[in-house]
C-alpha cells in the first residue's frame, strides 16, 4: 500500500528509510492519521522528513501523488503573479453599493468563491461578478468590494478572508541564525565520556549483580556521561564587523551557556589575529598569544569568527595593525599559521556572504583556515569538520593573490 509514495518521496531525494516507512504503515494501523488526507499529510512528514530545509522536496512529492501536480503547473502561478502585478485601477462605489455588498456572511461568501474557480476559465478585470482585479466583485485583489475574499498580496485592507496561493520556495539554509539555530547546530560537537564520582546509576550492572547476588538488590553506580569537548573562540570586533554584531552576540550566546563544552575560552581581536588577543571588547585585558598556544591542548578546538576582510599590509606586514597602539613585530598572517598549525581542529566562520570573498583577504584567510559562510548550513559543515575532518571548503584562489602583494 502506498509504495509508489515512498518512491515518489525518493524522485524528490528524500532519504527515506524502509524502517521509517514501517513505522509510518504501522502508525496508519494505529489510526493516527485520523482517516483524513490532512492526518496523513502531517503524519507522513512528520516520520518522513528530518529537516525543515526538506519540507517544500515533501509538498511536492505529496501533490505530485495525491493531487497529480506536476513542476509545470507552476507556470500557472507565475501567470496569476504577474497578472496580479499589473491590476486594473479601483472602482469607487457609492455608499448604497457597500451596504448592500456587506450583506453577505462568510460562508456565502466562501460558497460563491469556489464556485466562481471552477467556472472562470480566463484573467478577468473590473466587473461584479468574477474573480480578478479593480472590480466591485467579492472575490479578487485591487477592487473596492469591502469585505471580500482578497486573493494574493495586499490591497485595501478591507477583505473578508485572504486566499493566497502555495508560493513554491524551498526554505533556505542561508538564512541568518537564531540563537536556537546556533544552538543545535553546536550540539554536534559532543563528545561524551564518563569521569568524575560515581553518581549515575547503571541500570544494566544494577540488574546483572542483583541477578548474581540471588536476587537481593546490588545498586551499581558509575560516573556520569559529560560532553568532553573544548572549545576556544575568537571573535573579530569592531569596524566592519558593526553590521554582524548581532548574529556575532547570537552565537557567543549559544556557546558560551553553562554546560554545553567541558571548557569554553572566548577572546576577541580586530581584523586579525596579533601578538595578543583580549578577554574584554575594550582590549584593556590582553592575553598573549604566544601563551594562549602554550596552555591550550592541541585537541581543543579553535574557532575564529570574523568577516577576514582588511587592508592587505594589516594582514603581511610586520606593524601592520589597524590599531595604532599595536606593536605586532610578526605579521597577522604568520600568527594566524601558528595557531592553525597548533590546533588538531580549527575552522573560520565568516558572516559576509561568500559572493564578496574573492580577490580580498578572505581568500589569503581562507587558505590557512577551513572557512564556511556562518550560515545555517555553513555552521552545520563547520561543526562536521570540527568533529570529523574532512576535505577543506575550495575558497582561496592563489591567482588573485598577487593583486595583494602574495608571491
Keep these: ?173 542561508d538564512v541568518i541564525l ?67 554584531a548581532e548574529l556575532a552576540s547570537r552565537l557567543f550566546t549559544a556557546a558560551s551557556r553553562s554546560g554545553r563544552f567541558a571548557k569554553f575560552r572566548s577572546y576577541y581581536f580586530h581584523n586579525c589575529v596579533y601578538e595578543h588577543v583580549y578577554e574584554d571588547a575594550a582590549f584593556r585585558q590582553r592575553v598573549p598569544v604566544s601563551e594562549l598556544i602554550a596552555r591550550s591542548d592541541r585537541d581543543e578546538k579553535l574557532v575564529l569568527l570574523g568577516d577576514a576582510l582588511m587592508h592587505p599590509a594589516e594582514l603581511l606586514d610586520p606593524g601592520g595593525a589597524v590599531y595604532y597602539y599595536a606593536n605586532n613585530r610578526t605579521p597577522g598572517l604568520e600568527w594566524l599559521r601558528r595557531m592553525a598549525a597548533h590546533f588538531r581542529r580549527s575552522v573560520w566562520l565568516n558572516p559576509e556572504p561568500d559572493r564578496y570573498w574573492s580577490g580580498t583577504t578572505v581568500e589569503v584567510i581562507a587558505s590557512v583556515f577551513p572557512m564556511w559562510q556562518l550560515t545555517l548550513e555553513g555552521l552545520a559543515q563547520a561543526v562536521r569538520f570540527l568533529v570529523r575532518g574532512g576535505e577543506r571548503p575550495a575558497v582561496a584562489n592563489p591567482s588573485n593573490w598577487m593583486k595583494m602583494g602574495i608571491g
Excluded at 525518493?10 to 521509517?20: A, G, P
Aim: charged share 35%; glycine share 10%; hydrophobic share 35%.
Design 1 to 173: 500500500m502506498l509504495v509508489d509514495f515512498l518512491f515518489e518521496l525518493r524522485r524528490h531525494k528524500l532519504k527515506v528509510s524502509t524502517h521509517e516507512w514501517q513505522a509510518l504503515m504501522e502508525a496508519l494501523a494505529l489510526g493516527l492519521h485520523d482517516s483524513s488526507l490532512d492526518g496523513f499529510y502531517q503524519l507522513a512528514r512528520a516520520v518522513c522528513v528530518k529537516d525543515i530545509s526538506e519540507y517544500d522536496a515533501f509538498d511536492q512529492a505529496f501533490l505530485s501523488y495525491f493531487k497529480d501536480v506536476k513542476a509545470d503547473a507552476l507556470d500557472l502561478t507565475r501567470e496569476l503573479l504577474a497578472w496580479l502585478g499589473d491590476p486594473k485601477l479601483m472602482k469607487l462605489l457609492t455608499e448604497e453599493q457597500r451596504q448592500a455588498l456587506r450583506a453577505m456572511d462568510l460562508d456565502k461568501l466562501r460558497e460563491l468563491f469556489e464556485q466562481r474557480l471552477r467556472e472562470q476559465k480566463e484573467r478577468h478585470d473590473g466587473g461584479n461578478r468574477w474573480i480578478g482585479t479593480g472590480g466591485t466583485s467579492p472575490f479578487g485583489n485591487s477592487g473596492q468590494n469591502p469585505s471580500g475574499v482578497r486573493v494574493g498580496g495586499g490591497g485595501g485592507r478591507s477583505a473578508m478572508q485572504v486566499a493566497e496561493e502555495r508560493r513554491w520556495k524551498e526554505y533556505r539554509k
Design 178 to 244: 537564531d540563537v536556537r539555530q546556533i544552538d543545535v547546530a553546536l550540539r554536534g560537537l559532543r563528545q561524551l565520556g564518563r569521569d568524575g564520582a560515581d553518581e549515575e546509576l547503571d541500570l544494566d550492572e544494577t540488574v546483572d549483580e542483583t541477578c548474581k547476588n540471588a536476587g537481593d538488590l546490588e545498586l551499581v553506580f558509575r560516573p556520569p556521561r559529560r560532553n568532553r569537548v573544548k572549545v576556544i573562540l575568537l571573535m573579530d570586533v569592531g569596524g566592519s564587523m558593526d553590521p554582524h
